[in-house]
């Protein structure tokens, strides 16, 4: 596949911002010597986005007949891209376009997997009420992957095309589409680093549901965790059984002395648990070879 980037921006009813965010990505890029693509996934707009990015020459449109989701945007994106490397950012303005060709540079110089945007920079606005649960999903997220991920979904990141259709299967529709290639391509091993960039306040109305969204994403780390660490999935399970089982027979062996039907049922459980975690992880190492 050709070298090069290909800017996908999904949009859905961003009639308000579109057409300058596209223009300023394409003067970003310009003043480059890269390679370069815009990509604008209409994903059944109904407020006259979709004849604004008619208008626009120059950039490749995909329209979705019905609104899909962010993910499903994306993945649509994937498929059209022409370019090995990837760019996603919104149609919002709420990221720094300007940064696109700088990040980019570094994502060539350091032959990264991915470079995320993360919204840890000066300038940040960034609501109270997705901060909360999202300080929870982090830890989650780190202790799956085993790494310290300071901004698991931003929306502005780079990465290879190639590394990105391994986790194809896994992308949900939704707003989660970040997060699955986060934690999957730490979770293989492959080079990734974050970047601060400020984060600017969106116009217009979110298009996340707090509550919805966040047990969506708490969901889907679980999914993520047994598809490429389940013996971490396990683990908890198994201490809280061990411990469990533990403090019965110290009870029924010094105490009792005698043993009781907890002193066998709550090993035995134990032992169920750590079996099935080691299949499991055995499993998916032989399958991800």
């Not at 010597?33 to 004849?51: L, R």
């Not at 492959?190 to 707090?210: A, L, M, N």
């Not at 090993?267 to 648990?273: A, G, K, N, R, Y």
Request: aromatic content about 12%; hydrophobic content about 40%.
């Amino acid at each position: 596949m050709e070298e090069g980037l290909s800017v996908i921006i999904p949009v859905y009813n961003e009639s308000n911002s579109i057409l300058t965010t596209i223009e300023n990505v394409r003067v970003y890029m310009a003043e480059t010597d890269i390679n370069w693509e815009i990509i604008a996934i209409n994903d059944g707009s109904d407020d006259g986005s979709e004849k604004i990015l008619k208008d626009i020459p120059d950039i490749k449109l995909v329209s979705h007949k019905m609104n899909r989701g962010y993910g499903a945007s994306l993945k649509t994106g994937l498929r059209n891209a022409g370019f090995e490397n990837i760019c996603i950012t919104d149609a919002d303005e709420t990221y720094p376009n300007a940064r696109i060709p700088e990040l980019y540079e570094v994502f060539q110089e350091n032959n990264l997997d991915m470079l995320v945007g993360s919204r840890t920079g000066e300038n940040i606005s960034y609501p109270l009420i997705k901060k909360i649960p999202k300080f929870f999903i982090i830890k989650l997220a780190n202790y799956i992957t085993n790494s310290r991920i300071p901004d698991i979904n931003s929306g502005l990141r780079i990465f290879k095309k190639n590394r990105a259709m391994e986790f194809f299967h896994l992308y949900p529709n939704g707003f989660s589409f970040t997060t699955t290639i986060t934690c999957g391509m730490l979770s293989r091993g492959y080079e990734v680093e974050f970047h601060p960039i400020d984060y600017f306040k969106r116009e217009g109305k979110s298009k996340i549901h707090p509550i919805r969204d966040t047990v969506g994403f708490f969901k889907l780390l679980l999914k993520i965790a047994l598809y490429f660490n389940p013996f971490k999935f396990f683990k908890p399970i198994i201490i809280i059984f061990g411990l469990i089982s533990i403090g019965f027979l110290v009870r029924d062996l010094f105490y009792l002395k005698d043993l009781t039907q907890g002193s066998i049922f709550f090993p035995v459980v134990t032992l169920i648990f750590f079996s099935l975690g080691l299949m499991a992880d055995l499993i998916i190492k032989h399958s991800h070879k």
